[in-house]
């Protein structure tokens, strides 16, 4: 159920993640190889999202270890042990994490094409132009080169959460983290973006995904993570998690799902 075989991208050890007395995250463990699409499913509040906001450090982890391309994410030794680094470094380290969220997040007062240069430009420092030509690149790549100059408002879901993709891609992330980002599109626009998640997949980009569309996980991962009240309850290659679970839990969730017309 691991990967042994192969040297972990993204690795993570026993993390915790507690917001008081709740705990949202109980030791959970994974690998994730370089090229590898993950997709996390489970039912809503399972941890699914939580995990992924650790690793691109939004959310500081409460004990464990996370690594990303053997880098600890969020964390260094100190002399009275582990120390959280100073904001500045994180988001440093965040640049290397892409992360596409449910809701758009998208600058309403700028263009598709001035949301996806505003990172390399206010963050990498690129020039205007750089930018600019790059995110005309990476709208063309996600089918949006005729909505370059559209502001969000005139776009729909499909398209803006495209754009979203495109802003994150402009920072060359080292992984791409997907956090449901079908569930707040209309049904008949879903494809477009799933389409363009296979696509950047297909690329060779290291993806995790949390999501609920079980057809995309199905041809789409290479390995399947369910989870349950913040811990993963079953992993291993999606054919066998997705065809056939090996825990009842996982079969009941997979089952209901399939009922609900999934």
Do not use: W
Request: charged share 25%.
């Amino acid at each position: 159920m691991s990967q042994q075989q192969a040297p972990a991208f993204i690795q993570l050890d026993d993390v915790v993640k507690t917001y008081g007395s709740y705990v949202a995250l109980k030791s959970v463990s994974l690998t994730v190889a370089r090229g590898q699409t993950v997709a996390l499913i489970g039912p809503s509040g399972s941890g699914k999202s939580t995990l992924l906001r650790c690793i691109n450090a939004l959310e500081a982890i409460s004990s464990g270890r996370i690594r990303v391309e053997g880098e600890e994410i969020g964390y260094a030794p100190g002399s009275d042990g582990r120390r959280r680094l100073p904001e500045t470094r994180i988001a440093r380290q965040r640049e290397d994490v892409g992360m596409v969220f449910q809701s758009f997040n998208l600058f309403p007062h700028m263009t598709a094409r001035e949301n996806v240069a505003a990172g390399p430009v206010l963050v990498r420092g690129q020039s205007r132009a750089e930018a600019d030509a790059r995110a005309r690149q990476l709208l063309a790549r996600v089918g949006l080169a005729d909505k370059a100059d559209n502001y969000p408002r005139q776009l729909s879901g499909g398209q803006q959460q495209r754009v979203a993709i495109a802003r994150a891609l402009a920072m060359d992330p080292k992984v791409m983290l997907f956090d449901e980002p079908t569930s707040a599109l209309d049904p008949e626009t879903v494809q477009e973006v799933l389409n363009v998640i296979r696509e950047v997949r297909d690329s060779g980009m290291t993806i995790m995904i949390a999501t609920h569309e079980m057809e995309f996980a199905r041809h789409v991962s290479d390995q399947t993570v369910f989870m349950e009240a913040g811990q993963i309850v079953e992993h291993g290659p999606s054919r066998q998690v997705l065809f056939e679970p090996e825990s009842e839990r996982c079969r009941r969730f997979l089952s209901g799902l399939s009922g609900a017309g999934h």
